[in-house]
Structure formats: structure tokens, C-alpha cells
């Protein structure tokens, strides 16, 4: 087995980089697809492929944001002038919006949990398909993935998940490190080497 350093190099350093922090331009549609593929190569018992992908671009993110906003702002009256700003443009942050849906359902092999997690598996290999492209990218929730309120707006169906909202786009500001676990906390060592 040969030791991959460019791989290592990118694992070692890979960041987010804040939805915010992020500018046209973004990817166009060919490259989006090429990002889709790679992310869609995850671990996937029973090969279900229990997720799909919707993808927010142009004026649109601006729409689906101001209808998301009037849902918040209907539930809280008093939002500062700042947090209304914050709903109005939560899909359009980022040129890009990928929405990692879950569509795992019940099933006699495959454990609902395993299939949740091959959708989380999906986006992390999207954030790094974005960076093998050259942009930056952010694996968010915020409120409106829980809300199925939103998710008519969102085009996500009755029985869905949302895995997380995948902002892509050219990042503004370098990528800073951030602590990282101390692996004397969350390793269990069992048995001897080799
Ligand atoms: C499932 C999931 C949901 C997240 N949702 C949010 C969110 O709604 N808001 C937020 O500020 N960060 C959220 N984050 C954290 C961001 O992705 C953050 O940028 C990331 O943890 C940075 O780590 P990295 O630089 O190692 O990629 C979420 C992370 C995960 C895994």
C-alpha cells in the first residue's frame, strides 16, 4: 500500500468555510454534477441509495429565502432588523445550495440509522467534491431542516430528512484551523499491535 501524501495533506487541513465568507463565483452546472457523482460514491448498505440531492441556484435561493424568512419572522415578530437580514438570505449566501435529502424509509435488512448515516457519509464527500473543485464549501441545518413547515418551500417531500444544506462558492477569507479532539479522549485502544 502506498502512502497517498497529497491525500493525507488535504485530510489534514481540510476547513469549512463560513456559508457567509463565501462569493460568486460558484460552480456551474457541470461541475456541480461531477461534485454530485463523487459525493453520491458513499458506503450504502443494501446499494439503496437512500438520499437524493436539490440543488438552489440564482434567483431562486433569493425567493425560497424570503418565504423561509416570513415563516421566522411570523414566529418571532420582534427579530432585530440584523436577524431579519439573516433570514432573508439564508439560501443565497453562497452561489451554490445543495440540499442532502434523506429518503430513508423502513426497511426488512437495512436499519433506518445506517441509511441516515450513509446520507451524512454523502455530505461530507459533497464538501470535499467541492474543494477536489476548487471552491469552498459549508455542511449547515439552521431551522428550516426541522421545520416541516419549510419544506414545501424547499421541495423536500412528507417522509424526508434533510441531511444538510451544502453552501458552495469561492471562498473569501483563508481557511483558520480550529481545536481539534484530543485523541486521548475518544480512542479506546483493544488488543496488541500487528
Ligand atoms: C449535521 C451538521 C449540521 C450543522 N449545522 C450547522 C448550522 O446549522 N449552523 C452552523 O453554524 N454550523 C453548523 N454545522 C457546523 C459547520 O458545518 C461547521 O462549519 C463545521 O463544523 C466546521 O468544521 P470543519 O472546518 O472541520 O469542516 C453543522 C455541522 C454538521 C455536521
Redesign the pocket.
Known amino acids: 500500500m502506498k502512502t497517498d501524501i497529497r491525500l493525507i495533506d488535504y485530510l489534514s487541513n481540510?476547513?469549512?468555510i463560513?456559508a457567509f465568507q463565501m462569493a460568486a463565483p460558484g460552480p456551474g452546472r457541470a461541475e456541480i454534477e461531477q461534485m454530485l457523482r463523487l459525493a453520491s460514491r458513499v458506503p450504502d448498505h443494501g446499494k439503496l441509495a437512500p438520499w437524493r440531492f436539490i440543488v438552489y441556484r440564482g434567483q431562486e435561493r433569493e425567493r425560497i429565502s424570503a418565504e423561509l424568512a416570513r415563516i421566522a419572522i411570523a414566529d418571532k415578530p420582534d427579530l432585530s432588523a440584523e436577524m431579519v437580514t439573516v433570514e432573508n438570505t439564508r439560501l443565497s449566501r453562497a452561489p451554490v445550495v445543495v440540499a442532502v435529502v434523506s429518503t430513508a424509509a423502513p426497511h426488512f435488512k437495512v436499519p433506518e440509522w445506517e441509511q441516515l448515516m450513509s446520507a451524512?457519509a454523502v455530505?461530507l464527500n459533497l464538501?470535499m467534491a467541492a474543494n477536489a473543485h476548487g471552491f469552498a464549501s459549508?455542511?449547515?441545518?439552521?431551522w428550516f431542516?426541522f421545520d416541516a413547515r419549510a419544506y414545501p418551500i424547499l421541495g423536500v417531500k412528507p417522509g424526508e430528512k434533510v441531511?444538510?444544506f451544502i453552501h458552495i462558492g469561492t471562498a473569501m477569507v483563508p481557511?483558520t484551523e480550529?481545536p481539534r479532539p484530543d485523541l486521548k479522549e475518544i480512542v479506546s485502544w483493544v488488543g496488541e499491535e500487528g
Not at 459549508?138 to 439552521?142: G, I, Q, R, S, V
Open positions: 481540510r476547513r469549512s463560513p451524512g455530505c464538501l459549508n455542511w449547515l441545518t439552521e431542516a441531511a444538510g481557511p480550529r
